[in-house]
Each structure stands twice: as C-alpha cells, then as structure tokens.
Nanobody, 125 residues
Framework: HVQLVESGGGSVQAGGSLRLSCGAS????????VGWLRQAPGKEREGVAA???????SYADSVKGRFTISQDNPGNTVYLEMNNLKPEDTAMYYC????????????????????WGQGTQVTVS
C-alpha cells in the first residue's frame, strides 16, 4: 500500500513562489512516475507536471517556464517548485503516483494516476 503526503502549500501574492513536497511511505519512485495535479473550485482536476524514474519531466503548457518538478535521490521525495505564481494557479494540489505512463498526455490526465495524496491548498492573490 502506497501513501503519499503533500506539504508546502500556502497563500502568496501574485509573482511569489512556493515549493511543494511529496513524500511516499515507501520508496516507489524507482519504478513509478510521480505527478502533481490540481483542482480549482468548479473545475476538473488537471495535470500540472510529472517526472518518471529516469528523471524525465513533463509539464502542462500553462506552467512551463514557471514550475519545476524534481526528485531527490534515491527518490523518496518529489518537489514542485512554483515561481511567478498567478491567481489562476489557485487550487488544491495533489501528488499522485502510477506505473507505466509512457506518454505526456497520460501523465497530464487525472484518470491515469493510481495513488493519491490528500492535497495541499495553494492560494495566489
């Protein structure tokens, strides 16, 4: 059983930065793809960024150049560095993990993910 725990959310002004962290109960990252997804009120959950076991990252167009996903070695924690935050980035951010997500489309699709954290709120004003 895999448990994911997010931390690092909060409230910032537009243009500010936040760093989210996702820790796993077990070291799954050696085999898994890990992603960050978000859901704003009244909207569907959407993919933000993902990183695979080879360290290859994928990003949604809306965050490219502003967000960076990374993982430590041996990969028990995945981070999402968010810079130049905008009000439209306001959402609940979820960490998720899954195996065998070969395409960018799959990695940015909520239904592709198997394990989920409880979420951490990010508010940009």
């Amino acid at each position: 059983h895999v448990q994911l725990v997010e931390s690092g959310g909060g409230s910032v002004q537009a243009g500010g930065s936040l760093r989210l962290s996702c820790g796993a109960s077990g070291s799954i990252y050696g085999d898994a793809c890990v992603g960050w997804l978000r859901q704003a009120p009244g909207k569907e959950r959407e993919g933000v960024a993902a990183i695979d076991s080879d360290g290859i990252a994928s990003y949604a167009d809306s965050v490219k150049g502003r967000f960076t996903i990374s993982q430590d070695n041996p990969g028990n924690t995945v981070y999402l560095e968010m810079n130049n935050l905008k009000p439209e980035d306001t959402a609940m951010y979820y960490c998720a993990a899954a195996f065998l997500l070969p395409s960018v489309v799959a990695r940015l699709t909520a239904s592709s993910w198997l394990y989920w954290g409880q979420g951490t709120q990010v508010t940009v004003s």
